[in-house]
């Protein structure tokens, strides 16, 4: 949709052609409705101690996890009732795990749900909104810190408002790399992993650092604090939102192949520039995991 606004300028009268956001108001209710759900995080982290599992003995799930699902699909179905939806606690309950060009809604209620249920203090809210297989915008509240994250395709990426900028850092043995141990206890990707940080710790880097969840380690590379993430074995609702606030920070996303990323193929490098994300490919030791769909077995 295209507006004609007029300012003077100058003393003259220039039109000016204005395009509005279509996606502005659903960015507004994820905001909102993130928000919302991060004050239920809050209140719940001392008393819900009901923990289940999932895919494995430490996927864990709570109570609070499938409430907050459920309190922001509701609140977006009743505004956009045409919108889909990939949330993880509904795939977990058996929902198909299909990202199509519609607009859909990527929500991961309780990022860090183990840290959630040790009271850990880092745990997101994200939700990342995407149309034609694109992400165009991408919020992920850190609700204990009470920061909120927010990306607009295009249009930049901030935390509380402020704009965010990657760290300039070029060189890999001045950097902070994240990365996490994910849930599978399979061995043999234990391996994989456990070889991966040791080629990157003795490159040497600076420091190997992980904050538990996958949202909270990409705001941290948007924001200048890491140079890097990466992991194997995420969802597409731990990296969506978060993917976004990377790149409209400045930074760069890739497979762990070095190829381009897929949100869908739960593997994801994330870092501040190409000659960190490529040296950091170059010691990734990759495993092959089943796509989103197929929860990933220990
Ligand atoms: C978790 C991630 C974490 C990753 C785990 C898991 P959850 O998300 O954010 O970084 O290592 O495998 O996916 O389950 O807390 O939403």
Redesign the pocket.
């Known amino acids: 949709m295209e507006f004609v606004c007029r300012a003077k300028m100058n003393g003259l009268w220039v039109s000016k052609a204005i395009m509005a956001d279509v996606w502005q108001s659903s960015m507004d209710h994820a905001v909102a409705v993130a928000r919302k759900a991060g004050e239920m995080v809050r209140g719940a982290l001392k008393d819900d101690r009901t923990v289940m599992t999932?895919s494995s003995a430490v996927?864990?799930?709570t109570q609070t996890?499938q409430k907050v699902e459920q309190l922001i699909i509701q609140s977006v179905k009743e505004k956009f009732p045409t919108h889909r939806f990939i949330g993880?606690e509904s795939v977990a309950a058996g929902e198909s795990c299909n990202l199509t060009d519609d607009p859909t809604w990527i929500i991961?209620?309780?990022?860090?749900?183990?840290?959630?249920v040790h009271a850990f203090p880092f745990?997101?809210v994200?939700i990342g909104f995407s149309v034609n297989k694109q992400v165009e915008f991408g919020v992920v509240y850190s609700c204990l810190e009470d920061k909120m994250f927010t990306a607009r395709r295009g249009r930049g990426a901030f935390c509380n408002g402020e704009p965010l900028q990657v760290s300039e850092q070029t060189d890999i043995h001045q950097a902070i790399v994240a990365?996490?141990?994910?849930?599978?206890r399979d061995p043999t990707a234990v391996d994989h992993i456990f070889r991966s940080l040791r080629n990157i710790l003795c490159l040497p880097v600076h420091g190997v650092r992980?904050?538990?969840?996958?949202?909270?380690?990409m705001c941290l590379v948007a924001s200048g604090c890491a140079e890097a993430y990466y992991?194997i074995?995420?969802?597409v609702?731990?990296v969506a939102a978060g993917s976004l606030i990377v790149s409209e920070a400045g930074g760069v996303l890739l497979d762990v192949d070095g190829g381009d990323v897929d949100l869908m193929s739960r593997r994801i490098v994330a870092a501040n520039n190409r000659t960190i994300a490529e040296r950091i490919v170059k010691e990734i030791e990759s495993f092959t995991l089943q796509r989103d769909d197929a929860p990933?077995q220990s």
């Open positions: 999932k996927d864990l799930v996890d993880e991961d209620p309780i990022d860090g749900t183990t840290n959630f745990v997101a994200s990365t996490e141990f994910g849930s599978s992980g904050a538990g969840t996958a949202a909270i380690n992991e074995g995420i969802h609702w731990d990933l």
